[in-house]
């Protein structure tokens, strides 16, 4: 497997992994207990740091270019691409509701910000189902091992801050949910 999907792939992983943990802790929610709010937030903060700009941004090259080879599959690629641009407002728009109940600011109910954290997780889970069950097995069947460098090579930063040493410390305490070291 080119070095390329296996870090798309490596990526889905750690965001399906996050993803488990919000649901998680929107069920303490739902039960009407606290959950951690700083480590939801640490949680929104990564995606809009990382999968919403680098993870998006190298998959629509991709897909780009397996619409050139698949026209038939073009419509679901677009489709994929609308997600990405729904999952980035959903996040923000997420992320601040949070922010405004632990700053107590906010005036929304409970089920308002469940609703939403339920609708962004089951979108994106359904996003990763879809890449993972149509989009990556044709783009690997279809794109050469030159095509797929040359993708990676035009990202300028495409370091997920996971796994960069100086941004661990900011992201140390999802590390530790992600590989279970704590
Ligand atoms: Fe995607
Ligand atoms: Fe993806």
Redesign the pocket.
């Known amino acids: 497997m080119s070095a390329l999907m296996q870090r798309?792939r490596q990526?889905?992983i750690n965001?399906t992994r996050l993803m488990d943990i919000l649901d998680a802790q929107v069920g303490l929610f739902h039960r009407g207990k606290t959950p951690d709010y700083n480590l939801m937030l640490d949680i929104m903060h990564y995606m809009m740091n990382y999968?919403n700009i680098a993870?998006?941004a190298v998959?629509e090259i991709v897909f780009e270019k397996l619409m050139d080879l698949r026209p038939e599959l073009k419509s679901q690629a677009r489709e994929i691409t609308r997600q990405h641009r729904e999952l980035a407002e959903k996040a923000h728009a997420f992320t601040d509701d949070l922010q405004a109940i632990i700053d107590g600011y906010s005036i929304m109910v409970r089920d308002q910000v469940e609703r939403e954290a339920r609708y962004y997780i089951s979108l994106l889970r359904e996003?990763?189902r879809q890449?993972e069950a149509d989009l990556m097995p044709a783009a690997e069947q279809v794109l050469s091992e030159k095509a797929l460098r040359a993708i990676e090579t035009s990202i300028p930063d495409m370091t997920d801050p996971m796994a960069n040493k100086q941004a661990l410390k900011e992201y140390e305490t999802l590390y530790k949910h992600i590989t279970n070291e704590e």
Do not use: K, T, V
């Open positions: 798309i990526d889905h965001i999968p993870h998006h998959e996003h990763l890449e």
